[in-house]
């Protein structure tokens, strides 16, 4: 998303990388960031978030990469909640997979609520053969969908979503 121009246009963005759980996670962000010449910062507590925000004060987006976490984890989930509280981000975007059972996706954006999601990222497009899932469960909760990808390759396969585009992959198939 971060070097997507269709997106952020000539907008400054920076990273900010709560996820210190999975092995080499941090290396792999830092790694892509210096490629793509945007400035990186590690949190491993809640308590260091107003810091490194205030480290990136002159870049025009953040963005807070978490560690993914399991939704029938509550202290998890409530840890990942108090990241966000010291963030106070403009937005939080919970990224779903839409090869996920609908009904699952309900089950884990019920548990997310907690974290207070204002929007989705849905992934796998192009591994799905029921794309009109994304329509289905923004309409049930009344949340909109921010982006969708629909591949592999950085940056090229995300996307902004896309009310019309979304609506032809439905019906004819192909991506947005």
């Not at 999601?117 to 909760?141: Q, Y």
Request: aromatic fraction near 8%; avoid cysteine.
């Amino acid at each position: 998303m971060a070097t997507n121009e269709k997106i952020w246009g000539q907008r400054k963005v920076a990273f900010i990388s709560a996820d210190t759980y999975r092995i080499a996670a941090v290396e792999q962000l830092k790694t892509f960031a210096a490629i793509a010449s945007i400035p990186v910062r590690v949190v491993y507590s809640p308590d260091e978030m107003p810091e490194a925000l205030g480290n990136l004060r002159d870049r025009d987006y953040v963005l807070i990469d978490t560690a993914g976490r399991s939704p029938n984890h509550m202290d998890h989930l409530l840890e990942l909640r108090q990241f966000m509280q010291k963030a106070a981000p403009d937005e939080i975007h919970l990224v779903l997979s839409v090869t996920t059972k609908p009904r699952d996706l309900l089950d884990i954006i019920g548990k997310f609520n907690t974290v207070g999601v204002d929007r989705f990222t849905f992934t796998k497009l192009d591994e799905s053969s029921t794309p009109g899932t994304i329509v289905n469960i923004a309409a049930e909760t009344s949340k909109p969908v921010a982006f969708v990808t629909f591949g592999q390759r950085v940056p090229g396969d995300i996307a902004a979503a896309n009310a019309g585009h979304l609506a032809e992959m439905i019906m004819f198939g192909g991506r947005p």
